[in-house]
């Protein structure tokens, strides 16, 4: 299997919903199915923060919302969990910059999507070197998804990547909704990711709908 190419990555970055069992109000698999439904297109499983499942359960809805994934030709990454995705055969994997060396995670997830979030210029280019698919910039804006959040980004670090001729693809995160997505397209990501705006939405599938639309420029 070939590394997947730059231009697939972009598209695939459109709209980049994160979940996990705490992130809903509803049952994941509904969520899951209607976020489809609405155009999802990269998918990341996070199980974490209070109340998370725990191994097994873990296992069960990632093999679970996994099999709707490859229904409809979405890919499944995993967030921080390299035994999990490993073991399940997730299409890749998304770490930090507190996690294990991307280096030593690229060598055993072989040619599988590699996605690392950075919040400096310096961490962008230490990403690219160590073999990221993708990067996830922010806190774009404010939000409370995450308790152990970054501070707010803005625009700046992206528009200084593109400014610096870094092309490597990029999502940006971070307390957007349909009404800010296009501004972080416009500033220069390729998508952008979300997990309220979607799992916690009245509507599910009109919340994706109109973020893809956002970020159809």
């Known amino acids: 299997m070939a590394r997947i190419d730059c231009q697939t990555m972009k598209e695939l970055l459109k709209v980049y919903f994160i979940m996990g069992s705490t992130n809903c109000l509803k ?7 209607e976020a489809i439904k609405g155009g999802i297109s990269l998918f990341q499983y996070r199980e974490k923060g209070a109340g998370c499942l725990g191994r097994q359960e873990k296992y069960l809805l990632a093999e679970q919302l996994q099999r709707l994934c490859r229904t409809s030709g979405i890919p499944f990454i995993v967030n921080d969990d390299i035994e999990l995705a490993c073991e399940i055969g997730a299409d890749g994997i998304h770490i930090g910059q ?11 997830i072989g040619d599988k999507i590699l996605g ?4 400096s210029i310096v961490e962008a280019n230490e990403a690219i070197r160590a073999g990221a698919d ?6 774009i804006y404010p939000t409370s998804t995450k308790a152990d959040a970054k501070a707010v980004q803005g625009m700046a670090l992206i528009q ?3 400014e610096s001729a870094i092309t490597i ?15 972080v397209v416009q500033a220069g990501a390729d998508g952008v990711s979300v997990i309220t705006s979607i799992s916690q939405a009245e509507d ?3 919340a994706a709908e109109s973020l893809r639309r956002s970020v159809t420029i």
């Open 134 to 139: 993708y990067l996830g910039l922010g806190p």
């Open 204 to 206: 599910i599938k009109e």
């Open 169 to 183: 693809p990029i999502v940006g995160i971070g307390g957007i909704t349909p009404r800010n997505a296009r501004a």
């Open 98 to 108: 507190d996690d294990e060396p991307a280096e030593a995670v690229r060598e055993k």
């Open 160 to 162: 200084e990547l593109r």
């Open 27 to 33: 049952n994941p698999e509904m969520v899951m199915k």
């Open 116 to 119: 690392i979030s950075a919040h």
